[in-house]
C-alpha cells in the first residue's frame, strides 16, 4: 500500500511541475550576505508577524534544501525566544515556533542556521515582526449589511498589461468559458463607486491567493501559495490598496478561506514537508460530498472517511488538517491576511469538508485575536438539520464539533425561493416550500445571521432560473432584500445576467459588460443598459436603500402567514415601523382578504409602495397581479 501511495503522489508531483521552486513564493529571498558564500534561498511562511497579537507563539515553516543539516538559534532579539524546533519529514523542512513576549517591540529577528559540516554554508534568516497599524479591520457583518460577490477574473481588467505573467502555467483566453479573461484588483477597484451606488455595503470576492495551474484556474479555489495574491490580479500591496479604499467608501470586506485542499501544482506537492500532509489513498478517491456522514447515527466508518479524506476533485489534493503543523500553518494564514489587508469577514469554503475538530479551533482562534471577526460557512447539504448541524452553538453537535461558526450559507432559503417562483403550488410545494423552511430556524441559535442568496458563482444564474421573466425575477430580490438574514447578491444580478451551470461553470461566470477596453457595450452605465435591465437595476437599487434606512426591514422581528393560493404574506416590524411584504407567486391575479393579518395590520389604513412610491389604501382586500411583489410601509 505504502508503495502504490507513493507512486500515486509522485504522479502529481511530477506532472507539468517544471518552474523552479524560487519563481514561487512572494517572500523567497536571497538571504546570504556573505561574499565568500553562494547566496541560499529561504522562504519562510508566514513572511513576518506583529506585536502585541494573542496569537503570540508562531510557528514558522522554513524552506531551503537540506536545513537537516543546519542546527538553529535566534540572534540577539528583544522578548522573542526560540521555543520549539521541529524537523519535517522533507529534509527541506523546519517547524520553528517563537514565542513573542507581549511587550517584545517590532524588530527583525535573526534566525542563525549553522551548518554543522561547512561554515561557509551557514546562514541567517531574518524574520521581522512589525508594529499593528490602527487601520479598522474585522469589523464584522452585521443583518444591515448587503454582500456582492463577485469573480476578480470576470468582473473588469483594469491593467490588461497582467494578463500574461511569464513563468505561470496558463495564458489568457477570453474566448473560453473556463480560460483566464484578465479580471484584476484594479479593474475592481476603478468600480468601487459603482457599488456604493448600487447599495452594496460589503464585498466578497472569489478566492485571489495565487493559482498557478495549467488550466481552468480563474475560479480561485486551487490555491498554489497561501501568501501570495495571483500576479494576473495584481499584488499583495494592491490587495491591501483595494481594502483601504473600500473601507474609505464604507464597504466592508470578506475573504473567501480554503482550508480543504489546494491546486496539485503547489510545491508542496512536489515535496511534501511531512508524510501525512494531504490524505492519501491506494488508488484516486474522491469524496462522496455527503456532509450528512457527519451527523447521520446510522453513517458507517467508510462513509465517514471517504467524505473527510476524499479529493474534492483529482486537481485538488486533500489537505490533512489532524497534522498540528499544517493545522496551525492554515490558521496562521488567515490570521496574517486579516492583519496583513484589514479584512473584516470571512467565507469558508467547504467548511463540512475539513476536519470538524480544526475548524472548531480555526473559529476559536480567529475569534480570539478578532472578537469582531464574521465568520460564515459554505455548508452545500440538503435539509436543514444537515445545514444547521454546523452553526454556532448547535446542542446536537458532538463536543469536538463546537465550532464557534457564526453564520452560514442558507443553500435551503436558496432552493426554497427558487422552487416558489418555478414550481407548481402545493401543500409543501411551490412557495409552500419557503413556509416551511423559515419555520425551521428554531434550529438555529441566530438564524438573523444566515446569508441568503438565490444564485452564486456554483449555480444557475437567477434569472435563468424564472425563464427571463423579469416579473418573477422581482419576486426573487424583494423576498431576498426583506426576508431575515444577511442578503448576498452575486454580480452581474442586478443587470439580469444569465447562465446555466450545466455543461460548464463558466456559463454561470461571465464577463461583467464594459469590464474590459473595447467592450461593445458598458452595463456599468446606465446608457449600456437595456430599458428592461435598467428597470431591473433600478429595482434592485431602490430595495437596497430602502434596506439600509429601515430597522424593522434589515434587524426588525419577522411574522409570516400560511401562504394560500400562491400568495405568501410577511411582515418586518419594530416597535416604530411595520413593514408589509407581499409575494404572488402565482402566474393569475389574486384577490387578498386582509381580515386575516388584523393582528400586524392593526390601526394601519393605508401603506407606501416603497418602489414606486404610490400610496395603496387597505381596506378589506387587495388585487395583486400574477408573479408581482409589493413592499409596503404601513401608516396609521
Not at 561554515?119 to 487601520?135: G, K, M, Q, V
Not at 483566464?180 to 491567493?209: C, F, Q, S, V
Not at 439600509?548 to 426588525?556: D, E, Q, V
Amino acid at each position: 500500500m505504502r508503495r502504490n501511495i507513493a507512486l500515486w503522489l509522485l504522479l502529481f508531483w511530477s506532472v507539468g511541475l517544471s518552474s523552479s521552486f524560487s519563481q514561487q513564493p512572494v517572500n523567497l529571498i536571497a538571504a546570504q550576505k556573505k561574499t565568500h558564500a553562494t547566496p541560499a534561498a529561504y522562504r519562510l511562511d508566514p513572511p513576518n508577524w506583529w506585536a502585541g497579537m494573542r496569537h503570540h507563539q508562531v510557528e514558522i515553516l522554513l524552506y531551503r534544501p537540506n536545513l537537516q543539516a543546519f542546527n538553529v538559534r535566534l540572534g540577539r532579539t528583544r522578548g522573542v525566544a526560540l521555543q520549539r524546533v521541529v524537523r519535517g519529514d522533507s529534509p527541506n523542512y523546519l517547524f520553528l515556533t517563537l514565542n513573542i513576549s507581549p511587550k517584545a517591540p517590532p524588530q527583525v529577528v535573526p534566525i542563525i542556521l549553522t551548518h554543522r559540516d561547512s561554515a561557509e554554508l551557514s546562514f541567517t534568516a531574518e524574520f521581522p515582526i512589525l508594529a499593528r497599524n490602527s487601520e479598522p479591520k474585522a469589523q464584522g457583518l452585521s443583518s444591515r449589511d448587503v454582500i456582492y460577490l463577485l469573480m476578480p477574473d470576470r468582473f473588469a481588467n483594469g491593467d490588461p498589461s497582467n494578463d500574461y505573467v511569464p513563468g505561470m502555467l496558463e495564458a489568457p483566453a477570453r474566448d473560453s468559458l473556463l480560460g483566464r479573461h484578465g479580471g484584476d484588483l484594479k479593474g475592481i477597484l476603478e468600480h468601487l463607486d459603482y457599488l456604493k451606488d448600487l447599495g452594496i455595503t460589503a464585498l466578497w470576492l472569489n478566492p485571489e491567493l495565487e493559482n498557478d495551474q495549467p488550466e481552468a484556474s480563474y475560479h480561485g479555489y486551487a490555491i498554489t501559495d497561501f501568501y501570495r495574491i495571483d500576479r494576473r490580479l495584481g499584488t499583495n500591496e494592491l490587495y491591501r490598496r483595494l481594502v483601504r479604499a473600500c473601507h474609505q467608501r464604507g464597504l466592508k470586506v470578506i475573504r473567501d478561506v480554503v482550508t480543504n485542499h489546494i491546486g496539485h501544482h503547489h510545491h508542496w506537492m512536489r515535496d511534501l514537508p511531512m508524510r501525512d500532509w494531504v490524505n492519501t489513498w491506494p488508488v484516486m478517491t474522491q469524496t462522496n460530498y455527503r456532509a450528512t456522514t457527519l451527523l447521520d447515527p446510522y453513517a458507517s466508518e467508510h462513509d465517514r472517511k471517504r467524505f473527510s479524506d476524499g479529493w474534492f476533485v483529482p486537481s485538488m489534493p486533500d489537505l490533512n488538517q489532524r497534522n498540528p503543523h499544517l493545522a496551525t500553518y492554515l490558521i496562521q494564514q488567515a490570521i496574517w491576511w486579516i492583519e496583513y489587508a484589514g479584512i473584516d469577514a470571512l467565507r469558508i469554503d467547504t467548511y463540512t469538508y475539513s476536519d470538524q475538530a480544526f475548524m472548531s479551533q480555526f473559529c476559536r482562534t480567529l475569534r480570539n485575536e478578532y472578537p469582531n471577526l464574521f465568520l460564515f460557512g459554505e455548508i452545500w447539504e440538503h435539509g436543514v438539520i444537515a445545514q444547521g448541524f454546523f452553526a454556532d452553538n448547535q446542542p446536537m453537535r458532538r463536543a469536538n464539533f463546537d465550532s464557534d461558526l457564526p453564520s452560514v450559507l442558507d443553500f435551503q432559503l436558496c432552493f426554497a425561493i427558487r422552487e416558489a417562483l418555478t414550481r407548481e403550488q402545493g401543500w409543501t410545494e411551490g412557495v409552500a416550500k419557503l413556509y416551511y423552511t423559515l419555520i425551521e430556524d428554531y434550529f438555529y441559535e441566530a438564524p438573523m445571521r444566515n446569508v441568503v442568496f438565490i444564485d452564486n458563482h456554483d449555480l444557475t444564474r437567477f434569472f435563468s432560473v424564472v425563464d427571463e421573466d423579469l416579473n418573477r425575477w422581482k419576486c426573487g430580490i424583494a423576498w431576498l432584500i426583506t426576508t431575515r438574514g444577511i442578503p448576498q447578491i452575486y454580480y452581474g444580478t442586478e443587470i439580469l445576467s444569465t447562465g446555466f451551470e450545466a455543461p460548464s461553470h463558466g456559463n454561470i461566470r461571465k464577463d461583467f459588460p464594459g469590464g474590459w477596453p473595447n467592450d461593445p457595450v458598458n452595463k456599468f452605465t446606465p446608457e449600456g443598459r437595456t430599458p428592461q435591465e435598467q428597470e431591473a437595476f433600478l429595482f434592485l437599487r431602490t430595495l437596497l436603500h430602502y434596506r439600509y434606512r429601515t430597522p424593522a426591514l434589515y434587524a426588525g422581528r419577522l411574522m409570516h402567514f400560511i401562504p394560500e393560493r400562491g400568495v405568501y404574506v410577511y411582515f418586518r416590524y419594530d416597535d416604530a415601523q411595520t413593514i408589509m411584504i407581499i409575494l404572488n407567486t402565482s402566474k393569475e391575479e389574486r384577490l387578498l382578504e386582509l381580515e386575516r393579518f388584523a393582528e400586524r395590520l392593526n390601526s394601519f389604513r393605508f401603506g407606501i409602495d416603497v418602489v414606486s412610491g404610490q400610496t395603496i389604501a387597505l381596506g378589506k382586500s387587495l388585487t395583486i397581479g400574477p408573479y408581482t411583489p409589493l413592499v409596503l410601509e404601513l401608516k396609521p
